[in-house]
């Protein structure tokens, strides 16, 4: 069922960006990202996201806003599946509704740019991640999720990684101590 | 081939040799897999020495070129090992990572990641 639908999206959308969603202009799309968050790509909105989650009776839904700690993405939502089959499960219904949000939209607007969320680890269905710019949904099963632990990963504040002196004294020039034996000859 | 590159998640090992580059003639470059053989590990982890494990390049001395033309290089060689489904053995990863690892659909790394380059 996903082949099918991945290639009827890729078939409706005449540009050829669909195939490959992260293509050169992803520095770019960063960029404009602040600007227009539902514009150009498929499937940002994380009620949609909860609502799927729901309908599919996800496990333990958790969404941690990141905007803070990380620059790449704004939004983590983690969710548990009974099994492997039900984390299939969550990974298609999602896909299955970002392609629905497309047609939508592409009906509205016409021919844009498709971007559909990139899937990751479809087939060991242990931990799958679908990545659509500024929300990633990671569904585990119960397993993983103990062991990778990733609230613990993200809520925790992390520090930033910057340098911790200030600034202004760093570039102090102090006049070196003289440990030699030598005594220091005057300058005339 | 032969590259002595460091390990920089909790899996148990600390260095790898690597052993086949899984895709490209020239070899791998940074966000590539590359299958390596474990040369020394910590006596409690998940791999041990002489272990055959999948890799994947996070940090690299070559410098690699970005889409916006700037390239981005670091000083050491690094790998986080990974199953052959693609799914980090260790929990977390250390240092930093570039963002080029996304594009080659390695998320789940990035997310594990403390910092990205």
């Given amino acids: 069922m996903l082949a099918a639908l991945r290639s009827r999206a890729i078939h409706l959308c005449s540009s050829s960006h669909a195939l490959q969603p992260w293509k050169p202009g992803f520095l770019g799309f960063h960029r ?33 806003p990141v905007r803070n700690h990380c620059d790449w993405t704004d939004f983590m939502v983690i969710a548990t599946g009974r099994s492997t089959w039900h984390v299939r499960n969550i990974a298609e219904a999602l896909i299955y509704k970002a392609a629905e949000t497309l047609v939508a939209k592409q009906k509205q607007k016409g021919a844009q740019r498709l971007l559909l969320p990139s899937v990751q680890g479809q ?12 929300v990633i949904v990671h569904a585990l099963d119960e397993k993983a999720r103990a062991y990778y632990n990733l609230e613990s990963l993200w809520t925790t504040e992390m520090s930033p990684k910057g340098p911790t002196k200030d600034l202004e004294k760093a ?14 000859k005057k300058v005339a | 081939m032969r590259t002595n590159l460091k390990v920089v998640d909790n899996s148990g090992a600390k260095r790898v040799m690597c052993i086949q580059a899984l895709k ?9 897999t590359i299958i390596a053989s474990v040369k020394e590990a910590q006596p409690r982890g998940k791999v041990k020495k002489g272990d055959v494990v999948y890799g994947v390049v ?7 070129g970005r889409c916006d033309g700037s390239e981005i290089k670091f000083d050491d060689n690094a790998v986080v090992l990974v199953n052959k489904q ?24 990035l997310t594990l990641a403390e910092h990205i380059a």
């Fill in chain 1, 32 to 64: 404009f990202e602040s600007s227009s968050p539902g514009s150009t790509s498929g499937f940002l909105d994380l009620q949609e996201v909860e609502k799927v989650l729901n309908d599919v009776k996800a496990d333990d839904v958790k969404v941690i």
């Fill in chain 1, 123 to 134: 087939e060991g269905g242990k931990w799958i991640v679908i990545d659509s710019g500024t």
């Fill in chain 1, 171 to 184: 570039f102090v020039k102090i006049r070196r101590t003289n440990n030699s034996k030598k005594s220091v």
């Fill in chain 2, 24 to 32: 490209g003639k020239k070899g791998a470059r940074l966000g590539d």
């Fill in chain 2, 58 to 64: 996070v940090r690299a001395a070559m410098q690699r």
């Fill in chain 2, 86 to 109: 693609g799914e980090p053995i260790g929990t977390r990863v250390f240092g930093p990572v570039p963002h080029e690892l996304r594009k080659k659909k390695h998320v789940k790394i």
